[in-house]
């Protein structure tokens, strides 16, 4: 009887934290009370930018649900999404409402297109998961024609994730570096978010997924019960961070950076 009592509550509670997790809305078009918020405002308007400078046919490395298409100009355009068969779902409504499934499956490391193939290029979120980025960057300057522009991120104060697939991060610097490495030249590189949205962030996702998942039994069903008071502050210190992000100009603890590179021409 006691253990039958026990299932009822635990489905209950299942059912409880999926309803505010519905409410909470997507990972990728996350309003200000969503835990992933930050991350993705304080890049936005850079990737924006940098997306609309994209021209011809641009492949979208590791592209998941097709996010990477919100920030191309269509008019200029046509998105080819890529990712690998064990990519995420884009009918996952819980990441985003916009989901598009890649045109191909393929690996970055060898990509089956011929050379100077495509217009522009994006690895969003990606070379952080790839254990050999060198050989995959290398594979995406070899598609990209000459003269054309790659788009690329890559997140810095951001918890371990995908792991064991999770290998490194950059600074402005180390991205550049390794950007030149294959043979891009970098037009720029952008720091996004400083130190309050970092922290912030950090704590939201640890609080929500860490040690909701992977502390003591009784915090994992308080942090649940929670739930309807935990979305209001995540708002409220959302709004707060990007204000006083204001303050911290130093660059120094982004939680993401942001570049933009082109592919040489032949004749320089």
Same mark, same amino acid.
Not at 39 to 50: C, G, I, P, T, Y
Not at 102 to 119: A, D, I
Not at 219 to 232: C, D, E, S, W, Y
């Given at each position: 009887?006691?253990?039958?009592?026990?299932?009822?509550?635990?489905? =209950?509670?299942? @059912?409880?934290?999926?309803?505010?997790?519905?409410?909470?809305?997507?990972?990728?078009?996350?309003?200000?009370?969503?835990?992933?918020?930050?991350?993705?405002?304080? @890049?936005?308007?850079?990737? &924006?930018?940098?997306?609309?400078?994209?021209?011809?046919?641009?492949?979208?490395?590791?592209?998941?649900?097709?996010?990477?298409?919100?920030?191309?100009? &269509?008019?200029?355009?046509?998105?080819?999404?890529?990712?690998?068969?064990?990519?995420?779902?884009?009918?996952?409504?819980?990441?985003?409402?916009?989901?598009?499934?890649?045109?191909?499956?393929?690996?970055?490391?060898?990509? /089956?297109?011929?050379?100077?193939?495509?217009?522009?290029?994006?690895?969003?979120?990606?070379?952080?998961?790839?254990?050999?980025?060198?050989?995959?960057?290398?594979?995406? +300057?070899?598609?990209?024609?000459?003269?054309?522009?790659?788009?690329?991120?890559?997140?810095?104060?951001? /918890?371990?994730?995908?792991?064991?697939?999770? +290998?490194?991060?950059?600074?402005?610097?180390?991205?550049?570096?390794?950007?030149? &490495?294959?043979?891009?030249?970098?037009?720029?590189?952008?720091?996004?978010?400083?130190?309050?949205?970092?922290?912030?962030?950090?704590?939201?996702?640890?609080?929500?997924?860490?040690? =909701?998942?992977?502390?003591?039994?009784?915090?994992?069903?308080?942090?649940?019960?929670?739930? /309807?008071?935990?979305?209001? =502050?995540?708002?409220?210190?959302?709004?707060?961070?990007?204000?006083?992000?204001?303050?911290?100009?130093?660059?120094?603890?982004?939680?993401?950076?942001?570049?933009?590179?082109?592919?040489?021409?032949?004749?320089?």
């Amino acid at each position: 009887m006691l253990l039958r009592i026990r299932r009822v509550l635990g489905r =209950m509670l299942a @059912s409880w934290v999926a309803f505010w997790r519905r409410l909470e809305g997507p990972e990728l078009e996350p309003p200000i009370w969503h835990s992933h918020y930050l991350s993705h405002r304080v @890049s936005r308007d850079v990737l &924006k930018a940098f997306g609309n400078r994209l021209r011809g046919v641009v492949i979208d490395i590791g592209a998941g649900t097709g996010h990477g298409e919100t920030y191309l100009d &269509k008019g200029s355009t046509t998105y080819y999404p890529t990712d690998l068969p064990s990519g995420r779902d884009p009918s996952d409504r819980r990441i985003s409402l916009t989901g598009k499934a890649p045109v191909h499956n393929c690996s970055v490391y060898e990509l /089956p297109f011929p050379t100077n193939n495509f217009g522009g290029g994006m690895i969003l979120m990606v070379l952080e998961h790839l254990e050999w980025p060198q050989l995959g960057l290398g594979e995406l +300057f070899r598609v990209i024609e000459p003269g054309g522009l790659v788009l690329v991120s890559t997140p810095f104060a951001f /918890p371990v994730h995908g792991a064991p697939f999770y +290998f490194r991060r950059w600074t402005p610097a180390g991205l550049e570096t390794e950007l030149r &490495k294959v043979g891009f030249e970098v037009e720029e590189c952008i720091p996004c978010g400083a130190i309050f949205s970092s922290v912030t962030m950090n704590f939201h996702l640890g609080l929500r997924f860490h040690v =909701m998942h992977s502390g003591p039994a009784f915090v994992q069903k308080l942090i649940a019960l929670l739930l /309807p008071l935990i979305l209001p =502050m995540q708002a409220i210190t959302n709004l707060l961070a990007l204000n006083f992000d204001r303050i911290d100009r130093s660059g120094a603890f982004p939680l993401a950076v942001v570049s933009l590179a082109r592919k040489p021409k032949a004749d320089r």
